[in-house]
């Protein structure tokens, strides 16, 4: 009788993890993965990451309504002169409205040139990719595109050039 009792139990374990996703880890990306590639086409600009390699490069996801990621990305925006080595940023915002986006990125006096908007929102593939469902991120690459640090503040930047 007794071993009956592990059998189930061991059956009902293997029966409750057959069906997790398990080539999708649920922590997103993590320092020392490559970042996945992605093209960005809006109406300024045509930008691929790809392109910015041999570069520091920050990227910045974010949207309007999400105050944290907001001030984190403005305030990175912000820190970009004055580093110890150039880096270029690739801000994306999830705003499912591009009048939206605009008004942020000149309340927030942004560089123009960093800003992307992505009005998919949530739904975007680019926010699938990155595995933004548990909040905004921002992941700094080295020159090889290899993600060196995530969710880092401003004050933090700097160091990691070093």
Known sequence: MKHVRWIFVAVLLFSLTAFIDKARPTSGLSVGNAAPDFSLTDSRTDDCLESLKGNYVLLSFWASYDA???????????????????????????????????????????????????????DSELFETYRLERGFNNFLLDKNGIIIAKNITADQLAGYLK
């Open 68 to 122: 944290e990621s907001r001030v984190s990305n403005t305030l990175l925006d912000h820190a970009l002169s004055g580093l110890p080595q150039p880096v270029k940023m690739v801000s994306v915002s999830f705003d499912e409205y591009n009048s939206i986006f605009s008004e942020t990125v000149k309340q927030d006096r942004l560089e123009p040139s960093h800003c992307h908007v992505d009005t998919s929102g949530r």
